[in-house]
Protein backbone atom coordinates (compact mmCIF):
# COMPACT_ATOMS: atom_id res chain seq x y z
CA UNK A 1 0.00 0.00 0.00
CA UNK A 2 1.40 3.51 -0.91
CA UNK A 3 0.93 5.80 1.69
CA UNK A 4 1.61 10.09 1.90
CA UNK A 5 5.39 10.26 2.76
CA UNK A 6 5.26 12.21 6.72
CA UNK A 7 9.60 12.52 6.99
CA UNK A 8 11.22 15.03 5.56
CA UNK A 9 13.24 13.73 2.43
CA UNK A 10 16.69 12.75 3.35
CA UNK A 11 19.15 12.17 0.46
CA UNK A 12 20.32 8.67 0.19
CA UNK A 13 17.10 7.29 2.18
CA UNK A 14 13.70 6.20 1.34
CA UNK A 15 10.87 6.18 3.94
CA UNK A 16 9.43 2.60 4.97
CA UNK A 17 6.83 1.56 7.44
CA UNK A 18 8.68 -0.78 9.85
CA UNK A 19 7.37 -3.56 11.69
CA UNK A 20 5.49 -1.16 14.58
CA UNK A 21 4.09 0.97 12.13
CA UNK A 22 6.55 3.88 12.62
CA UNK A 23 7.97 5.56 9.55
CA UNK A 24 11.44 5.29 9.34
CA UNK A 25 14.01 6.21 6.66
CA UNK A 26 16.23 2.99 5.18
CA UNK A 27 19.09 3.13 3.17
CA UNK A 28 19.30 3.47 -0.75
CA UNK A 29 21.98 0.91 -1.44
CA UNK A 30 24.83 3.24 -3.35
CA UNK A 31 26.65 1.26 -6.76
CA UNK A 32 29.77 1.94 -5.02
CA UNK A 33 28.89 -0.09 -1.66
CA UNK A 34 28.29 -2.67 -4.26
CA UNK A 35 31.69 -2.25 -6.18
CA UNK A 36 33.28 -2.32 -2.91
CA UNK A 37 32.16 -5.74 -1.53
CA UNK A 38 32.96 -6.92 -4.93
CA UNK A 39 36.06 -5.67 -5.05
CA UNK A 40 37.01 -7.37 -1.42
CA UNK A 41 35.60 -10.65 -2.62
CA UNK A 42 37.71 -10.33 -6.13
CA UNK A 43 41.00 -9.52 -3.76
CA UNK A 44 39.97 -12.93 -0.95
CA UNK A 45 39.58 -15.35 -4.22
CA UNK A 46 42.87 -13.63 -5.83
CA UNK A 47 44.67 -14.44 -1.83
CA UNK A 48 43.33 -18.20 -2.51
CA UNK A 49 44.17 -19.24 -5.86
CA UNK A 50 47.94 -17.44 -4.71
CA UNK A 51 47.88 -19.69 -2.08
CA UNK A 52 46.81 -22.90 -4.16
CA UNK A 53 43.60 -23.20 -1.76
CA UNK A 54 39.73 -23.29 -2.85
CA UNK A 55 36.81 -21.98 -0.87
CA UNK A 56 35.72 -25.44 0.66
CA UNK A 57 39.25 -25.96 2.15
CA UNK A 58 39.20 -23.19 3.85
Given at each position: ???????????????????????????????????????V??????A????G??????
Amino acid sequence: MITKPLLPLKAGYVEVIGPDGQHVYQRIPQPLDDTDAMVVDHEYRLALLELGLNESEV
